[in-house]
C-alpha cells in the first residue's frame, strides 16, 4: 500500500509539473518581448542611418559639463563666418620706378640698338636709316621718328656728340621730349563738390580692361579713395564676377546686374546712383569690349555714356590698349576717341613687347597722355605713368 501511494504521488507532481509549465507556456506567448537590438559593429556592420552608441564604461558627464560646441568646431565655425581678408596695396607713388626693371627686360633692346648706333666712330647714312629702322620697329611712328632723327643728326654735327656717354645723355633728352612729360597724366578720381567722380574704362575683348579696372581700384584704394565699381560688361557674366572679386579683395563694392544680357546703361546709371548714397570718391565703371568694327556694340558705348551724363558728368575715360597689338592699337584708339571722348590711355602688357614706342605714337596720334601702363599679371603691377622713369628704363 505504501508503493503504491508513492507512486501515485510521484504522478500527481509530474502532473502538476507539467501542467504549470503548460500554463506559463500560454501566457509567455501573449506578453512575448521583442529580441534585443542588434549591436552597431558587432552583431553586423554599420550603415546609413545608424545611431552611434555610447560605448560602455563611458564615463558619464551632466549638461553642465558639456559645450554644445566642441572648441576645434566652434573656432572652425567662427573662421567661416568670417569675411575674407581686406588686402591693403601699397602705395602708388613710385611704382613704375619699382617695376621698371620688368620694362627694361623687354624694351631694352631700344636702347641698347639706338645707343650702339650713335656711338659709333663714324655716322654715315647707312648707320642713320639703321636708327630710323630701330625705332620704326619699336612702333614709335612715322613723324615722331623723322623728328627725332633730325634733331639728332643736327646736335651730333654740331657738338661732335661721340663719347657714349653723352650719347646716352642726348637720346635720353630727346626721347622725353617726344614722350612729353607737360602732358597732365593726373587722374580725375578726386570727390566734385557733393557727388563722387565718374570714370569710365573702355577697350577691345582681350587688352586687359576687367582686369584693369581692378587694378585701377587697388591703385585708389592704395591712395586712400572710397571707390565703387559698376559692372556694366553685362554681355559677359565672367567679367562682373570677375571685377566683384576684384573689388571684395580690397572692401570695395560692386554694382552688378542679376540677370545676363542686362541693360549695360541701366548697370552703369545704377552704379553712379549707388556712389553717390555711399559718399564715394570715385566710381570706377567697366564697360563692354566693343571691337572697333561692330558698330552695335559702339552704339551701345555711346549710350551708356549718355545715360550716366543724364545722373553725373564722365570725368575721366580711360582707353585700355594692349601694347603687343602695335599699329592695329592705334586703330582701336581712332574709333574709340570717335565715339566717346577718350581722355587718358593705359597701355598693359608693356612689360610683353620690345615696342615701347607705342606710347609716343598714340599719345602724337590721339593727343591724350598715356596715363597708367600694366607691367605684369600681379594685382599691383599697374603703375601711374611717367615720362622720366620710362625712358631711363628704354635705356636701362
Given at each position: 500500500?505504501?508503493?503504491?501511494?508513492?507512486?501515485?504521488?510521484?504522478?500527481?507532481?509530474?502532473?502538476?509539473?507539467?501542467?504549470?509549465?503548460?500554463?506559463?507556456?500560454?501566457?509567455?506567448?501573449?506578453?512575448?518581448?521583442?529580441?534585443?537590438?542588434?549591436?552597431?559593429?558587432?552583431?553586423?556592420?554599420?550603415?546609413?542611418?545608424?545611431?552611434?552608441?555610447?560605448?560602455?564604461?563611458?564615463?558619464?558627464?551632466?549638461?553642465?559639463?558639456?559645450?554644445?560646441?566642441?572648441?576645434?568646431?566652434?573656432?572652425?565655425?567662427?573662421?567661416?563666418?568670417?569675411?575674407?581678408?581686406i588686402e591693403r596695396p601699397a602705395p602708388s607713388a613710385g611704382r613704375l620706378q619699382r617695376l621698371r626693371s620688368r620694362l627694361a627686360r623687354s624694351n631694352g633692346a631700344l636702347g641698347k640698338g639706338l645707343l650702339d648706333l650713335l656711338?659709333?666712330?663714324?655716322?654715315?647714312?647707312?648707320?642713320?636709316?639703321?636708327?630710323?629702322?630701330?625705332?620704326?620697329?619699336?612702333?614709335?611712328?612715322?613723324?615722331?621718328?623723322?623728328?627725332?632723327?633730325?634733331?639728332?643728326?643736327?646736335?651730333?654735327?654740331?657738338?661732335?656728340?661721340?663719347?657714349?656717354?653723352?650719347?646716352?645723355?642726348?637720346?635720353?633728352?630727346?626721347?622725353?621730349?617726344?614722350?612729353?612729360?607737360?602732358?597732365?597724366?593726373?587722374?580725375?578720381?578726386?570727390?566734385?563738390?557733393?557727388?563722387?567722380?565718374?570714370?569710365?574704362?573702355?577697350?577691345?575683348?582681350?587688352?586687359?580692361?576687367?582686369?584693369?579696372?581692378?587694378?585701377?581700384?587697388?591703385?585708389?584704394?592704395?591712395?586712400?579713395?572710397?571707390?565703387v565699381l559698376g559692372a556694366a560688361d553685362t554681355f559677359r557674366a565672367a567679367a562682373a564676377d570677375q571685377l566683384e572679386t576684384w573689388g571684395a579683395r580690397v572692401g570695395v563694392p560692386t554694382i552688378r546686374s542679376d540677370r545676363d544680357?542686362?541693360?549695360?546703361?541701366?548697370?552703369?546709371?545704377?552704379?553712379?546712383?549707388?556712389?553717390?548714397?555711399?559718399?564715394?570718391?570715385?566710381?570706377?565703371?567697366?564697360?563692354?569690349?566693343?571691337?572697333?568694327?561692330?558698330?552695335?556694340?559702339?552704339?551701345?558705348?555711346?549710350?551708356?555714356?549718355?545715360?550716366?551724363?543724364?545722373?553725373?558728368?564722365?570725368?575721366?575715360?580711360?582707353?585700355?590698349?594692349?601694347?603687343?597689338?602695335?599699329?592695329?592699337?592705334?586703330?582701336?584708339?581712332?574709333?574709340?576717341?570717335?565715339?566717346?571722348?577718350?581722355?587718358?590711355?593705359?597701355?598693359?602688357?608693356?612689360?610683353?613687347?620690345?615696342?615701347?614706342?607705342?606710347?609716343?605714337?598714340?599719345?602724337?596720334?590721339?593727343?591724350?597722355?598715356?596715363?597708367?601702363?600694366?607691367?605684369?599679371?600681379?594685382?599691383?603691377?599697374?603703375?601711374?605713368?611717367?615720362?622720366?622713369?620710362?625712358?631711363?628704363?628704354?635705356?636701362?
Open positions: 500500500m505504501d508503493l503504491i501511494t508513492l507512486i501515485v504521488s510521484i504522478a500527481v507532481a509530474i502532473a502538476v509539473i507539467i501542467g504549470v509549465a503548460v500554463v506559463g507556456l500560454l501566457r509567455s506567448r501573449g506578453s512575448r518581448k521583442a529580441p534585443p537590438a542588434p549591436r552597431p559593429g558587432t552583431d553586423y556592420t554599420p550603415g546609413v542611418g545608424d545611431d552611434a552608441t555610447e560605448p560602455r564604461g563611458a564615463p558619464k558627464r551632466v549638461i553642465e559639463d558639456v559645450d554644445l560646441l566642441d572648441r576645434d568646431t566652434d573656432d572652425h565655425l567662427r573662421e567661416l563666418d568670417q569675411p575674407p581678408a656711338s659709333r666712330d663714324h655716322l654715315d647714312e647707312q648707320t642713320w636709316e639703321q636708327v630710323e629702322q630701330t625705332l620704326l620697329a619699336a612702333d614709335v611712328g612715322v613723324g615722331p621718328t623723322t623728328e627725332l632723327i633730325e634733331r639728332l643728326r643736327t646736335q651730333v654735327k654740331v657738338d661732335g656728340v661721340k663719347d657714349p656717354e653723352q650719347v646716352r645723355a642726348l637720346l635720353r633728352a630727346e626721347l622725353i621730349a617726344l614722350v612729353d612729360p607737360t602732358m597732365d597724366r593726373s587722374l580725375a578720381v578726386d570727390r566734385v563738390a557733393d557727388r563722387p567722380a565718374v570714370v569710365l574704362v573702355v577697350g577691345v575683348n582681350g587688352t586687359g580692361k576687367t582686369t584693369t579696372v581692378g587694378k585701377l581700384a587697388r591703385v585708389l584704394v592704395a591712395d586712400d579713395k572710397d571707390v544680357g542686362a541693360d549695360p546703361a541701366a548697370v552703369a546709371y545704377d552704379a553712379v546712383r549707388a556712389g553717390a548714397g555711399l559718399d564715394a570718391d570715385v566710381v570706377i565703371i567697366g564697360t563692354a569690349g566693343g571691337l572697333q568694327n561692330k558698330v552695335g556694340l559702339m552704339d551701345e558705348l555711346g549710350k551708356v555714356k549718355r545715360v550716366v551724363e543724364k545722373q553725373s558728368p564722365v570725368d575721366e575715360v580711360l582707353l585700355v590698349l594692349d601694347a603687343t597689338t602695335g599699329q592695329n592699337g592705334l586703330r582701336q584708339a581712332q574709333v574709340f576717341a570717335e565715339v566717346v571722348t577718350v581722355t587718358g590711355i593705359v597701355l598693359t602688357k608693356l612689360d610683353g613687347t620690345a615696342k615701347g614706342g607705342i606710347v609716343i605714337a598714340v599719345q602724337r596720334q590721339l593727343g591724350v597722355p598715356v596715363k597708367l601702363v600694366g607691367l605684369g599679371e600681379g594685382p599691383d603691377d599697374l603703375a601711374p605713368f611717367d615720362a622720366a622713369d620710362f625712358v631711363d628704363a628704354l635705356l636701362a
